[in-house]
């Protein structure tokens, strides 16, 4: 079985991560900044969370929809799982296609900064949610 | 004969004489391949085969400049050179890889690579186009920088001339000295461009459109349509035409802990990393990417600075390592300041890595007493005057001058010069890639990741299956890291004797690039026997190594870029170094002093360099 049991636990866990980042009073700035409309597409469980950073306050929303992603991330939800515990090395990742990225790539190096403090929340969200367990 | 046009260039600088000498055999090329390769061979060949030892700034010496076979291809990536000899710097074998269009112009003028020999009485520049090559007088070029060497050159001999030249550096002996074509392709480690100078060759400009026969266009072509599409799908090719190889500055400082900081102290720079990224600068200095000669992606940058301390109008822009070595090393956070020290560093003709490093050297010194200067860290105006003064030689440039080890070895402070065999390490940190430690010790000329394909396997940049490396590959351990070694560096030697691009590389497997060779040469290599070609390569560069001068003792790695840091993303990670070379020895082959066994040699070919190490 995968590090989530299912679509809605995965919604729960990691759009708890993208609010608190948006809320975060340094972080969300940068990503609302960013102007992008991120699209994280995941399987086993599908599912599917777009960030619109072009609007104000941005938009976390769940499932498929119609916004235009201007970056598209695709992997496996374990993936995910992993690599928000810091665990994936991007670039293999990448390059193994476990992960695919698509969109200008100015914009997707962009995210890193962005992307680096949620390596210390991740654990944290899943600890507060009683999921202790998956962090290993 | 397929890839080659089958005759180098013979120019005698002591007497004037420019001499013709048929390649013959092609079996030396199918065992040497051509670049660095064929560089070793030819060295060992004129020096220590017939019982001579020339020194580095010697007219004795031999200075190579050799394009590999590839090279008039159109296969992507191809458009690379070497330029070789005994390095100043290090006192044993260097090689110093190129790019931009000088490569394959020699080969188009009919040549196969140049050989320089003794010392020229007046500064001179070698002329060659399909119908001439004649040594020609270059006081009015003297004192002047590469990239106005270049345009007086240019405008002599016309469009279409490629130039190749040492600046002010090379010609004062600075021992990183380098060479450059194209306004910012650089021939920039171990001090090449001080030997050209020793010889008072002050350039080299070619012309030329003679093709080149290959054995089979009809296959390279197709190869090369292959690994254009595979380019063009790629991130990290899409990074470096976007972002240049600095793309991977924040990723590597913040997230990797693999950009070495206020010299190899620290890794907490988040903000310094962001402020000298690629992204920053394509938002700011950029003007446009370039490209070597047939390269699909064009890393390079070309950027200006319109006004301020740091104006500048178009030219060559920081790749990540002269960012890094002369940004974060120096702990120098304003992009236009990095931007401006690396141009004045290819002006001047020196190498960033080592010019960055020993600066960053020089300022810890200060900061401890053992030296008195301007330097402090973030002095962006102390770093910029100290690039001057070094290419002169001015005050402590003088000292600056002969490289950290050197300077170290005067001053105090070898605890803190990053360097092995004298050779300054490149900009990526062996904590957050523990094989770059191995990389770094064994590297033939010295501190280097470019020698091996090891940094782009443990980075999970490629994969290797065919070789058995098919990753990925934990970074941080010792624990299989000798085996990876070995193969790396096998590869590593084909690479830079078939002079091909190291990251263009990453876009063709193994078999392409055999495939790709063969279609070239008509060599008919199988992958067994092209490894067992990248391995005599090797081995003969290191016996080069060990007949100049250096033992086991000198494969290993400083504390410095050991030691575990407290904080950062690499906090407590300390590679095992003594396990990895215990490991390492062994499997390659070497014995206690570090010299490569006589049955590996003679396996491979090489009883002559046997019999030199081990006796008759
Ligand atoms: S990727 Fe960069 S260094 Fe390599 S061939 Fe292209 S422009 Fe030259």
């Not at chain 1, 990448?94 to 962009?110: D, N, Y």
């Not at chain 2, 100078?197 to 292959?226: M, Y």
């Not at chain 2, 990074?239 to 190889?245: C, D, E, H, I, Q």
């Amino acid at each position: 079985m995968g590090a989530y049991k299912d679509a809605a636990q995965l919604y729960d866990v990691l759009g708890t991560l993208f609010a608190t980042l948006r809320d975060d009073p340094e972080i969300g700035p940068k990503v609302q900044a960013s102007g992008l409309v991120i699209r994280f597409r995941y399987t086993e469980p599908d599912s599917e969370i777009t960030i619109d950073c072009t609007k104000s306050p941005l938009e976390i929303i769940f499932g498929p929809n119609d916004r235009k992603p201007t970056v598209d991330m695709s992997m496996k939800a374990d993936v995910a799982h992993q690599f928000w515990l810091g665990k994936v090395n991007l670039v293999a990742a990448l390059t193994r296609g476990q992960m695919v990225a698509k969109g200008p790539i100015q914009s997707i190096m962009k995210l890193l900064p962005i992307i680096k403090p949620a390596y210390a929340l991740y654990p944290k969200i899943l600890k507060e949610k009683g999921l202790e367990a998956m962090i290993t | 004969m397929y890839g080659y046009s089958g005759k180098l260039l013979e120019v005698n600088l002591s007497r004037g004489t420019v001499a013709e000498i048929p390649l013959g055999d092609p079996e030396p090329l199918r065992r040497f391949l051509g670049g660095s390769g064929l560089a070793a061979r030819l060295y060992f060949d004129r020096t220590l085969a017939q019982g001579k030892k020339p020194e580095p700034l010697g007219a004795d010496n031999p200075l190579l400049v050799l394009p590999g076979p590839l090279n008039c291809s159109r296969l992507p990536g191809t458009s690379r050179f070497s330029v070789a000899t005994r390095s100043p710097l290090t006192g044993l074998w260097g090689d110093s890889s190129c790019g931009g269009n000088f490569g394959p112009t020699l080969k188009y003028t009919g040549y196969d690579g140049i050989v320089f020999t003794g010392t020229s009485p007046e500064p001179a520049y070698l002329y060659v186009d399909e119908a001439t090559a004649e040594l020609r007088g270059a006081s009015f070029l003297w004192g002047k920088d590469t990239y106005q060497t270049e345009d007086e050159l240019i405008a002599r001999h016309g469009r279409g001339t490629r130039v190749l030249s040492i600046g002010p550096a090379g010609e004062n002996l600075v021992r990183y000295a380098s060479l450059v074509n194209d306004r910012g392709a650089v021939a920039g480690r171990a001090g090449m461009g001080a030997v050209a100078g020793s010889k008072r060759l002050k350039a080299i400009a070619v012309k030329g459109n003679k093709r080149v026969e290959l054995a089979d266009p009809k296959a390279a072509e197709a190869i090369a349509r292959t690994v254009r599409a595979k380019a063009r799908e790629s991130m990290t090719m899409q990074a470096f035409t976007s972002l240049g190889t600095d793309a991977v500055m924040y990723l590597g400082g913040a997230m990797m802990g693999d950009v070495p900081t206020r010299n190899w102290r620290t890794t907490l720079w988040e903000e310094g990393y962001q402020k000298l990224d690629g992204a920053a600068m394509a938002e700011t200095i950029l003007v446009r990417n370039a490209a070597c000669l047939y390269c699909p992606v064009g890393c390079k940058r070309v950027v200006k600075v319109d006004q301020g301390p740091y104006r500048m109008p178009p030219g060559s822009g920081p790749e990540y390592e002269t960012a890094a070595a002369l940004g974060a090393m120096c702990l120098v956070d304003d992009l236009e300041a990095v931007a401006y020290a690396g141009r004045l560093c290819d002006l001047y003709g020196m190498d960033t890595i080592s010019c960055g490093a020993t600066i960053s050297f020089a300022m810890e010194a200060t900061e401890r007493g053992l030296l008195r200067s301007e330097l402090s860290w973030g002095n962006a105006a102390a770093v910029i005057g100290m690039i001057e003064k070094i290419a002169r030689r001015e005050g402590l440039g003088d000292l600056l001058a002969e490289g950290s080890k050197r300077a170290a070895a005067k001053i105090g402070g070898a605890d803190f010069a990053v360097e092995v065999k004298g050779l300054e390490a490149p900009m990526h940190d062996p904590r957050a890639f523990h094989g770059l430690a191995l990389s770094y010790a064994t590297g033939t000329r010295g501190a280097c990741h470019m020698a091996c394909e090891t940094y782009a396997l443990e980075s999970g940049t490629v994969f290797r299956p065919e070789l058995g490396l098919a990753g990925p590959f934990e970074n941080q351990t010792g624990q299989g890291k000798a085996g990876l070694m070995v193969k790396a560096q096998d590869w590593g030697a084909l690479l830079n004797s078939l002079t091909i691009c190291q990251f263009i590389n990453w876009n063709y497997t193994a078999t392409e690039l055999v495939e790709a060779t063969n279609a070239v040469t008509g060599f008919g290599y199988t992958l067994g026997e092209f490894m067992e070609t990248g391995a005599r390569i090797w081995y003969l560069k290191r016996g080069i190594g060990c007949l100049l001068g250096a033992t086991a003792a000198d494969d290993r790695v400083p504390s410095r870029a050991l030691a575990s840091l407290e904080q950062g993303v690499t906090a407590g990670s300390e590679p095992d170094f003594e396990l990895m070379i215990r490991e390492y020895y062994p499997l390659r082959g070497l014995d206690a002093q570090g010299r490569p066994s006589r049955e590996r040699l003679v396996q491979l070919g090489l009883s002559d360099l046997a019999n030199l190490l081990h006796g008759q």
